[in-house]
Every structure is written in structure tokens, then in C-alpha cells.
């Protein structure tokens, strides 16, 4: 087997796993007490949201402020203790999603960030956040930029939002809610001016300790000093604590200090001069949040001031962010982990390597007998693009596959005619790869133009020790790099600090640098083609000797964690939101340029999966996805009948222009706004028919989508009027009594076909090669949209008695046809997910290690047989059933399969989802035998 290198003998490896979303209404407590449905349900592994102290009310975890401590919120190390005993008991595992990338720094709860804003680079901490302390502007050289003000600094200074504050004889600059440390020397200044108010007849006591505390401050080394060691940063803090103490009692000993003190600081919040001063002696400049982009001089997770990349790659940092979950690991309290945004790390290869090395040590084990601990990475994998075979990792988080079978149920041979469609409503004629490439474009300029700089002024002082090179301007090394960005045909390429890289790298860059130079030729750019040239170099570390080959390493290893920001933000949150042609396809992971994935283009990417990564999570709905998989099920089913969505624009366009507003910036909303919500709202439309809140979750979806696709409003500037028109045309819409009727009406049309897309996903999901991940709730039916409303509480009470039900009658035809006839209380989804997981129980090694066997069966079914040795299970799942049945019935059942067949080694089966029993006497079996009764099987040779 080729691929990663293999688990070790000991390595916890999950059969199937189900991911909780942890905040403050749902913790340990609350995830303990589902564990037995968990269980019962037949998932092997419980995969946790971060477990890490995060922000305050944080919703989702991703916003760590400190990682060397379990969540208090959700009931800390003794909570996570209590759950971990509970799932070792019922048999279950517990996979955690750890953030190695950035940390929350938000409202002053992450104390490492505080601390380097008080001490600037003498901090302890210095060194966790990748900061530029000598950026191009010279007013930030040893300053951080902090860009919290709502408004320009000035006008916020004379308005008197900025003001000190002391409790004790700690001091805080208070902006609002939020209070920023102040630095230890700018606390020296205002005790020299306290001192020269002080009452006469003051003792020369406090007088003399007030000056001792004072001269203290003056000793301390200067917070822009980079060359302290780290037993002088230590040294310097305690001395600052020493000296608030000391401050602390003189204030308490002394009301003359006191009152001298507190009179200074009324004094200087009052004059605006001389609270600037103060201010000025900062080791952060405040700034308008607006100012960010071009100016931030820290690395932030994509374009979230409030989340600070961490220089992970520093040891120091690696070994404190790490100690934690070593210990966990130690204890036995954890078995496995997911890393978030391994792509935004300086060199993911090592970092992983470093992963498996410290869990080898915190479990005694050796590394040399394979990878100790189960690892998944979350990485985007464009279309062809293969996962680096040496990485110490089990496989990706699985929005590969999730692309790949989500096309499955794409009908590819009306790509032309849908396309029509959208161009006709929209307007819009713009390919997905030119609305690819603006949206990068965008990005770089607008969100991460500060980054862009950063990475420009690096390679111009490269091109300074170029004789040939050194006469490119730095607007034109920014210009050649946003072409390449932008061209750029991958998240990221994987150089390391020795020059080695992976196979395929440089044919990437060699396609970025060819299309960057045919944009700036067809553009009328006027960059110098051999600028593309020189950056090509560079990437590719083209040099003459070694010294400038590392210093090509150094910057290529700067470039490649910014290209995958880029397109995150450019792709996933801009071009998705902007080309909506079939807005299934706009998935994370996934190329809305590709319509549809070929029967054998799924083969042939599982047979690969199985052969280099059998261990990879597979997913199909996550915390991330911008729809709920069933959302997308039923959205898919359009691509079966352009026609009728056709008709069904035109019923509705007078309708939808006459509720439009008009602006200054004409009509709104825009005909691609209206297209977008009503793709959400047949895909999202309750199967349970109830329409209460609806009308909230698709006005708040469509706000979102709006701001994303940035082309009349945005995050960064809302336009107020055009989001007022959004919102009257959503409510008015769904308040109209016969657009709901033809809403319904269209959506019952599709329901059933959806229905079998979802539960035919669902159970090839399961039985593929790889560990299937169950999102919350998505054992029955998820019909979500982006995130937050893919957080919403899932009613495990309800999913616990339909549980309770099926095992009263599991195994039963007549319960497999009730629950189908009843499907839309997604009973039946939950009967294939807790058959498709028995089913793993019963053959953990044929569903682990079996071979994967495409199955002929035609252009509507997706068929295939897992086999090691005499041991077989074969999954046939239809799709594309409204096509298949022409509206005949709902189902894919019996004669409506004709004289269709499925190929079917020879042998008697159980059907696993309905008990019955089958006896396949030749190569081919008729499809009508094998799917007479029920929509899909999942078939078990007897």
C-alpha cells in the first residue's frame, strides 16, 4: 500500500465518526448524555468542535485563546474527564479538533496577546505571533496595529471614547468595552507627573518609594529591544509585577498618592494632547478597523483581525501549544485528532511530523513502527490534485469526497440548458473561472492588501542583490505577485526551509506564472514580463548559489501560506456567492465550474482513496459547508428538469420586479440575488411542510450571501438600503399565499428525488473506504444553510425514540416501506445510517481494509462491493430517479427499472436495510429484483 506511512500496531483508528458542536448550551455535560444514542446509534468515535479555552460565548471554538487549557465554559478538564470516562464505557472514542494555525485575541481574553501588547517585542510571548515589528510604514516599526477604533483616531480621541483607568496599580487605556494594558514605560510618565502634583508636606517616605518605583520602570530593557533572551523577557515581567505590587500598596498606604495619581489621569483624559502622548508611548497604534487591510502588520486567519496567526514553526511555540494535548493524550483522555487550517501553517509536512513525534513520546510508543496517533487533516484538494504522499497524517477531513459524490447527482447532460437558464435570469455570462479570478483579485486588494505589501517589499529587497532584477519597482513586484495569486491553480504549494518540495510543484507554479503573463497581456497591464519571470525563479528557487537559493526559500515559504488565504476568501467566500448556476456545486471542496462528477471519475478517485488513503474521513455535511447535504440533494434534482425551473422563473419574475426597490444604484435586489434565494428556498423548504421562522433563516442566509458576494454590499461596507431591499423581497415572497402553494407544488415535485439522492449519499458514505463522518443531526434528514444556522440544536430526544423504533422492527420490510412512505420525518435516513453502521460493526476489516469494486449498473445507479476474502457487502444507490421514473412514482422501486441490470457477483444476499433475502445466479441481476421493494440496498453475502 502506498500513501502515508501506515498506523502504528497500537493507533486508534475510528470506524465511523459523528461530530458534536461544543459552546456553553451544549458541553461536556450535555455531549455525555447523548453518548448512549451515539452509541446505539453505531458510530465508533465521537469527533469533538475545539476543546480549548476560546472566547467568551464563542459558538463554535475556533476562536482559541488559550490552548493550554480545556474550555472552562464547558466544563474543563474535569468535564472532559467525566465524558471521557462515560465514552470508554459504551465502547466510543473521542477525536478532537485541534487549531494549530491562530489564536483569538478578541476583547482582551487572550492573555499571551495581551501581554505582547503591553511589552511589545520583550514580551514573553513575542515570539507566538507572526508579527512584522519593522514594517515599510515607519510609524509602526515596534508596534503592533490595532485596528479596534469604529472610527478615525482623531475624531474617537476628541469625542473622549479613549480614557486610562487604573485598578490598583495596574493601568488600562479603556476604548468601550475593551481595555488595552498599558506599557510600563508610558506608566513611568504618568508617576512623573503624579510625583510633581503631589500635596506639599508630602513624607519624603512616599515621595522616595514613589521615585524608587519610577526609577524601577527607567531599568527595565526597552520593549523594541529584539535581542533579549528568554530568561530576560521572564526577568522583565517579574520586575513589572514587583513594581505593580509595589504600586498597589503605595496607593493603599498613601491617600495624597492616591488622590495625586487619580487627579493625573482625570487630568490627562481630559486634554487630548497629552492623552495622545501617552498613547504614542504604546507598543500597539490604535487604529479604524478600516485601515486594517492595508496596514495590519500581524498574519491573521484569512482576514480576521480578531484571529492572530501563530509561528508554529518556532519549537517554543509547537511544545506550549501542544503540552496540553500531549497530556490528554497521555491520560488516555482522547484518541484522536483533526487539525484545523493546516494549510495556513509555515511547513504543514513538518509540522505534522512533529505531531506524530510528540505523540509518540506522550504514549510511549515508537515512531518507527508506524504513525501512533490518528491524525486528519482539513485540506482543500482542487480537482486533480493529489494529497502529499509523506505527510504523517491518516488523509484530509474528506471535502474531496464530499465534492465528488455531491456531482453524482448532478444530471451532466443538461449542463447547456441550465446554463442558458442562468444566463437568461441573471444576466450574467461570466464563466466560474473569471468570476474565480476577479474574486482574488478582490481579495488582495480589499481584505489582504496589508499581506500583499508585506510579501512585495520582500521581494524587492530580493531583487536589490539581482543585477538583473534590481530594477523592478515595488508596484511592480505587487502587481506580478496579485497576477500569480490570482492565477494561481491551488490553494498552495508545499516548498520547505531545505529547498525540498513536492512532485508537481513547480508544474503549478509554471501554469501561474504562463496565465498571470497572458492576463497582463489581454489586460493591458503594464507589469514587465520578466518580472513573471523573476518571481518564477524565486518560487522555484532558481538560484545561483546556495546563500540566495535559502533566501528564495524564505520567501516562496511566505508566498505559499498566503496563496491559500486568497483563494479561500476569493473562491469560497466571493466567486461562490456570485456565480450561482447551480448553487450545489458552490460547496467547500468543491469546482462550480465542473458540472457534475462522471460515474467514473467517483470510481476511479475512491479506488485511489482506498489505495493511498483507506483511513481519510469521509464527509457530507460539516460545520463548514455553505448547505446542509440534504439541502444540496434537493437543489441537485434541478439539473433533471431545466425546463420546469425555467417555467417557474418566468411564473415569478413579474412578481419578484414588482417587489424591488429602486435605488440610486438602480434596481435592488439584483436578478442574481433573487436566483440565489430561490434555489435556498426549494432546497432548504421543511420537509415537515412547517414555515415557522423560515422566513428568518432565508433573510439572514441571504444578508450573508449578499455581503460575501461583495458586488452591492459587503461586510467591510454594508449598504443598508440595498440589505432593506433584500429582506422586503424575502418576506414579501414568502408572505404571498400563491407563491408558498407554488413553492410547495415545485418542491413536492423533487422532495422524493431528493430524498433518494440523500439517503443513496448517505449510504455510500458509509460503506466507501475511509471512516464516514456523521455532521450533528445529519442521521436524519439535514436540510441547513451556512453556518450559523448549520449550528442549530439537534432534537436528540426525537432521534433517540425513532432509534428506539427501529429497533423493534430492524431488519423488517414492512418497517423499511412505512418509514419510506413517511419519509419526510427522516426516520428512513436514520434506518440506512444505523443499518450502513451495523454493518461496519459486524465487518470491521472488510469495511477497513476491502477492496473497493465498481459495479456496472447503469447511468442511474451508483454501485459497488467491498470484498476480503469470502467476505462481501455490495452498496447500489440510485440516482438521478426523476429522470429515471418520469414523475411516474416517487420511487425507484420494482418496473420502473425495466430491463436494467447491476452487475452482482454470483451468490444469496441480505438486504441489510430490509431483511429481504436475494439469489444472484449470474454476472448480471435485473435492477428491478434487486430494488423491488425498497430504493436502495446495501446487500451482505450470505
Known amino acids: 500500500m502506498s500513501g502515508a506511512p501506515p498506523a502504528g500496531p497500537q493507533t486508534h483508528l475510528p470506524g465511523a465518526t459523528y461530530r458534536l458542536q461544543l459552546h456553553r448550551d451544549f458541553d461536556f455535560a450535555a455531549a455525555r448524555r447523548a453518548l448512549p444514542y451515539l452509541a446505539r446509534l453505531g458510530v465508533t468515535d465521537v469527533y469533538l468542535s475545539p476543546i480549548w479555552t476560546s472566547t467568551p460565548g464563542s459558538t463554535h471554538g475556533y476562536d482559541v485563546t488559550d490552548h493550554a487549557q480545556v474550555n472552562p465554559e464547558l466544563g474543563g478538564l474535569s468535564g472532559l474527564k467525566r465524558l471521557s470516562t462515560r465514552a470508554r464505557e459504551l465502547g466510543l472514542g473521542l477525536i478532537v479538533d485541534f487549531v494549530p494555525n491562530h489564536m483569538g485575541i478578541q476583547g482582551g481574553h487572550n492573555p499571551y496577546w495581551e501581554d505582547v501588547l503591553q511589552h511589545g517585542q520583550a514580551s514573553r510571548y513575542a515570539h507566538f505571533f507572526d508579527i512584522s515589528w519593522h514594517p515599510l510604514k515607519r510609524a509602526l516599526d515596534g508596534k503592533v496595529l490595532l485596528p479596534v477604533l469604529g472610527d478615525q483616531y482623531g475624531r474617537v480621541l476628541e469625542r473622549g471614547e479613549l480614557r486610562l483607568e487604573r485598578v490598583g496599580g495596574a493601568f488600562t487605556l479603556r476604548y468601550w468595552e475593551r481595555q488595552l494594558p498599558l506599557s510600563p ?11 510633581a502634583s503631589l500635596p506639599a508636606g508630602t513624607d519624603t517616605v512616599t515621595q522616595g518609594e514613589l521615585a524608587s518605583i519610577r526609577r524601577s520602570v527607567d531599568t527595565l530593557p526597552r520593549s523594541t529591544s529584539a535581542d533579549l533572551t528568554d530568561t ?18 503605595l496607593l493603599e498606604d498613601s491617600g495624597p498618592v492616591r488622590a495625586a495619581l487619580d487627579a493625573t489621569l482625570d487630568a490627562v483624559n481630559a486634554d487630548p494632547v497629552r492623552l495622545d502622548a501617552v498613547i504614542g508611548e504604546q507598543n500597539y497604534r490604535l487604529a479604524f478597523w478600516k485601515v486594517a487591510a492595508e496596514e495590519i502588520n500581524y498574519r491573521r486567519f484569512f482576514d480576521i483581525n480578531d484571529l492572530a496567526a501563530l509561528r508554529m514553526e518556532d519549537p517554543r511555540v509547537f511544545q506550549w501549544a501542544h503540552a496540553t494535548l500531549f497530556d490528554l493524550l497521555r491520560q488516555g483522555l482522547v484518541q484522536g485528532v483533526r487539525l484545523d487550517h493546516t494549510d495556513g501553517l509555515f511547513d504543514p509536512a513538518g509540522y505534522f511530523q512533529a505531531l506524530q513525534e510528540g505523540a509518540a513520546q506522550a504514549l510511549g510508543r515508537d515512531l518507527g513502527g508506524g504513525l501512533p496517533l490518528y491524525v486528519v487533516a482539513e485540506k482543500i484538494l482542487e480537482p486533480g490534485e493529489t494529497l502529499p504522499e509523506a505527510w504523517a497524517i491518516h488523509g484530509t477531513t474528506g471535502y474531496d469526497f464530499l465534492a465528488q459524490l455531491n456531482g453524482v447527482f448532478v444530471d451532466r ?7 442558458a437558464v442562468y444566463r437568461r435570469f ?27 505589501n508585506v510579501l512585495a517589499e520582500h521581494l524587492e529587497r530580493l531583487a536589490e542583490s539581482d543585477l538583473n532584477a534590481r530594477d523592478f519597482t515595488l508596484s511592480t513586484m505587487r502587481a506580478a505577485i496579485r497576477e500569480v495569486i490570482a492565477t494561481f491553480p491551488v490553494y498552495r504549494t508545499y516548498v520547505r526551509e531545505d529547498g525540498a518540495r513536492e512532485p508537481g510543484d513547480d508544474a503549478k507554479i509554471a501554469r501561474a506564472v504562463r496565465d498571470a503573463k497572458a492576463h497582463n497581456r489581454e489586460d493591458g497591464l503594464p507589469v514587465d514580463p520578466s518580472a513573471f519571470d523573476y518571481l518564477h525563479a524565486v518560487l522555484t528557487l532558481n538560484a545561483p548559489d546556495a546563500a540566495t537559493r535559502a533566501a528564495y526559500a524564505e520567501f516562496a515559504l511566505k508566498f505559499q501560506q498566503l496563496t491559500g488565504p486568497v483563494t479561500a476568501k476569493g473562491a469560497e467566500d466571493t466567486a461562490f456567492y456570485r456565480y450561482a448556476r447551480l448553487l450545489t456545486l458552490n460547496e467547500v471542496g468543491g469546482d462550480p465550474a465542473l458540472f457534475g462528477t462522471p460515474l467514473a471519475t467517483f470510481h476511479a478517485a475512491t479506488q485511489a482513496r482506498a489505495s493511498r488513503w483507506p483511513r481519510a474521513m469521509l464527509a457530507g455535511s460539516t460545520h463548514d459547508t455553505k448547505r446542509g447535504e440534504d439541502t444540496r440533494a434537493r437543489i441537485s434534482v434541478l439539473s433533471e428538469l431545466p425546463q420546469a425551473w425555467s417555467a417557474y422563473l418566468s411564473r415569478w419574475s413579474p412578481m419578484i420586479r414588482s417587489l424591488e426597490t429602486e435605488t440610486d444604484l438602480g434596481r435592488a435586489p439584483t436578478p442574481l440575488d433573487a436566483y440565489v434565494l430561490l434555489q435556498n428556498a426549494l432546497g432548504a423548504y421543511p420537509l415537515s411542510g412547517k414555515l415557522d421562522g423560515f422566513a428568518d433563516r432565508l433573510s439572514a442566509y441571504m444578508l450573508k450571501a449578499a455581503r460575501e458576494a461583495k458586488l452591492r454590499t459587503s461586510w467591510a461596507a454594508p449598504d443598508e438600503e440595498y440589505e432593506a431591499a433584500l429582506e422586503t423581497l424575502v418576506r414579501g415572497l414568502l408572505s404571498n399565499g400563491d407563491f408558498l402553494t407554488s413553492l410547495g407544488e415545485l418542491h413536492a415535485r423533487i422532495s422524493p428525488h431528493g430524498a433518494q439522492s440523500g439517503l443513496s449519499a448517505a449510504l455510500v458514505r458509509l460503506t466507501a473506504p475511509g471512516v464516514p463522518d456523521t455532521y450533528q443531526g445529519s442521521e436524519s434528514w439535514n436540510q441547513s444553510l451556512v453556518d450559523p444556522d448549520n449550528r442549530r440544536p439537534v432534537e436528540y430526544a426525537a432521534l433517540n425514540r425513532t432509534l428506539g423504533r427501529l429497533e423493534r422492527g430492524e431488519g423488517s420490510l414492512a418497517l423499511a416501506r412505512r418509514l419510506l412512505d413517511s419519509f419526510e420525518d427522516g426516520s428512513v435516513k436514520v434506518l440506512v445510517t444505523r443499518a450502513a453502521l451495523a454493518a461496519r460493526a459486524a465487518h470491521p476489516e472488510l469495511l477497513r481494509e476491502g477492496t473497493y469494486q465498481p459495479l456496472d449498473g447503469g447511468r442511474h445507479v451508483l454501485a459497488f462491493a467491498r470484498q476480503r476474502g469470502h467476505e462481501r457487502l455490495v452498496t447500489v444507490a440510485p440516482r438521478l430517479t426523476f429522470t429515471l421514473t418520469r414523475e411516474r412514482t416517487p420511487w425507484a422501486t420494482g418496473e420502473v427499472w425495466g430491463t436494467r441490470q447491476v452487475t452482482l457477483p454470483a451468490g444469496t444476499y441480505t438486504n441489510l436495510l430490509t431483511g429481504e433475502r436475494l439469489r444472484a445466479r449470474g454476472s448480471r441481476t435485473p435492477l428491478a429484483k434487486v430494488l423491488e421493494d425498497f430504493p436502495l440496498a446495501l446487500l451482505r453475502r450470505d
Do not use: F
Request: glycine residues 6%; without cysteine; charged residues 30%.
Open 413 to 419: 447532460t443538461n449542463e447547456e440548458e441550465l446554463s
Open 185 to 195: 514605560r508610558s506608566v513611568a510618565q504618568l508617576l512623573v507627573w503624579t510625583a
Open 426 to 452: 441573471t444576466g450574467d455570462r461570466r464563466s466560474y473561472g473569471e468570476h474565480l479570478y476577479r474574486g482574488k483579485q478582490l481579495i488582495q486588494r480589499v481584505s489582504l492588501p496589508g499581506e500583499v
Open 232 to 249: 530576560d523577557r521572564v526577568i522583565r515581567a517579574q520586575e513589572v509585577q514587583v513594581m505593580t505590587r509595589r504600586l498597589s500598596a
